[in-house]
């Protein structure tokens, strides 16, 4: 268990609609990363936020966001949704804004009917 | 830009023979490099890592890897597999500098064959 939380564990949605997954980081942690892991693109860094505020993007589709609250949990919203948006979304944490070392939740599989 | 090649999406070994997982990587600054586990329905969890100490790193559960700079290799090796190794490994890097995002390999499925 790495102390990392994300609910809910599983998703089904249909295309066009919009859903919020949710992380709580490690005790102490003030990063959350999110990843997108899908079968055809592999594990995919989406955004980094860093005690509240945005500290480094990656592959994140405009109509995806986050956002990380006063309690340093964090929530992605996918809007939209289309198909292709089906994939393993995982958060990780870690303790300052480079560390070397971050540790992953169980994911949410979010299926996109 | 930093990158890293993992070659064989799926090995299969005997149970007590040698694991061996390749990876190669890219990079323009010392990197610091990383092997993760994922078991299925699990998240990714840390092996190793190598952060510009010792070349040869020893990590969690008998695995270790030894950093290359020459041949720009940081394979992945375990004397003897267990059963219980079954599952996806994940090769990382990132740059050392500064702060860099993590960039992950494509992952190679690891069969144990008993």
């Known amino acids: 268990d790495s102390g990392v939380t994300q609910t809910p564990k599983h998703l ?74 089906s994939a393993l979304y995982f958060c990780a944490s870690s303790v300052g804004t480079n560390d070397v070392e971050q540790y992953f939740g169980p994911g949410t599989r979010l299926t996109v009917t | 830009a930093q990158s890293v090649t993992q070659l064989g ?35 990714l969890q840390l092996l190793l890592k190598y952060t510009s100490a010792a070349t040869l790193v020893k990590g969690i559960n008998g695995f270790e890897a030894e950093f290359k700079k020459s041949e720009t290799s940081f394979h992945l090796t375990k004397p003897s597999a267990h059963m219980s190794d079954a599952a996806e490994y994940f090769c990382a890097v990132r740059n050392s500098g500064g702060y860099q995002k993590v960039t992950f390999g494509t992952g190679t499925k690891l069969q144990v064959i008993p």
């Open chain 1, 12 to 85: 089904i949605t249909a295309t066009g609609q919009r859903v919020t997954l949710r992380c709580s980081p490690r005790s102490g942690d003030l990063s959350v990363y999110w990843y997108q892991q899908s079968l055809d693109q592999g594990l995919q860094f989406l955004i980094q936020y860093y005690n509240g505020e945005e500290r480094a993007k990656g592959n994140i589709l405009e109509r995806f966001s986050a956002q990380q609250f006063p309690d340093l949990h964090s929530e992605l919203n996918l809007s939209s949704l289309e198909l292709g948006d």
């Open chain 2, 9 to 43: 999406s799926h090995v299969s070994v005997s149970e007590g023979a040698l694991v061996l997982l390749r990876c190669n990587y890219s990079s323009s600054v010392p990197p610091y490099l990383f092997w993760y586990v994922q078991y299925p329905n699990q998240g």
